[in-house]
């Protein structure tokens, strides 16, 4: 018996208008009516191999095949991926969780420790002003932001990347010691190395401890 000619390019009725994406698949059509969606038709001399979804086969005559034609299925969409859930500093950082973020790669300091000086220092306001003339989101003085290379305070991304970048010089000027750095940020570094520690200053001493407990409670582990 002669081989069965393949039909081209047929689509079925109702697949027309199937949105999103579609793939090949093929209509075997049986001589006795059956007919059998496979992914792949070979012919093999005068035997027709059937490629299975799933990877499997089978090898049917040619002459069981009445006609087997092409055929398109939409693709199974894939599925969704869940939002990972934010960090208790992101949610609280808002708007500006990207920016912290960013300056903390870029300067090797803690997300978490950027924020809560944000919030300790401004409570995230970009326009304010201290009675002393801190400026800016995390309240650098005018010759810290020319220091570290911030050309305007008010910018919320050069004050976030200048505050950052001056947490991490005094990391590395009081060997990693977070307390110290806090207190050089609030009091400057000179006072802290005057004192051989935190300064007994009553405002930096309640804003260290404040920033230490604020950067603890996001962590979710209460500060000593």
Not at 25 to 37: I, N
Not at 194 to 213: N, Q
């Amino acid at each position: 018996m002669a081989a069965p000619l393949r039909s081209i390019s047929l689509v079925l009725v109702g697949l027309i208008g199937c949105l999103g994406p579609v793939r090949a698949a093929e209509a075997v059509q049986f001589e006795d009516g059956r007919v059998l969606e496979v992914e792949r038709v070979e012919a093999r001399g005068e035997t027709l191999v059937l490629s299975l979804p799933g990877g499997s086969a089978m090898e049917v005559p040619a002459w069981r095949v009445a006609s087997w034609r092409t055929v398109a299925r939409p693709e199974q969409p894939p599925e969704p991926v869940e939002a990972l859930p934010r960090a208790a500093w992101q949610e609280l950082a808002g708007d500006y969780a990207d920016l912290i973020e960013r300056a903390s790669e870029t300067h090797r300091v803690d997300p978490v420790l950027l924020t809560a000086m944000a919030r300790t220092e401004s409570s995230f306001d970009p326009r304010a002003v201290s009675p002393k003339g801190a400026q800016g989101l995390m309240q650098l003085m005018p010759q810290t932001a020319s220091r570290f290379g911030v050309t305007d305070a008010f910018d919320v991304e050069q004050n976030v990347e200048g505050g950052a970048r001056y947490l991490s010089w005094l990391l590395e000027r009081f060997s990693g010691r977070t307390d110290l750095a806090l207190a050089g940020y609030n009091a400057g570094e000179a006072a802290v190395e005057r004192h051989a520690g935190i300064p007994p200053y009553p405002e930096t001493e309640a804003y260290v401890r404040k920033v230490l407990d604020q950067a603890e409670r996001l962590r979710g582990q209460p500060s000593p």
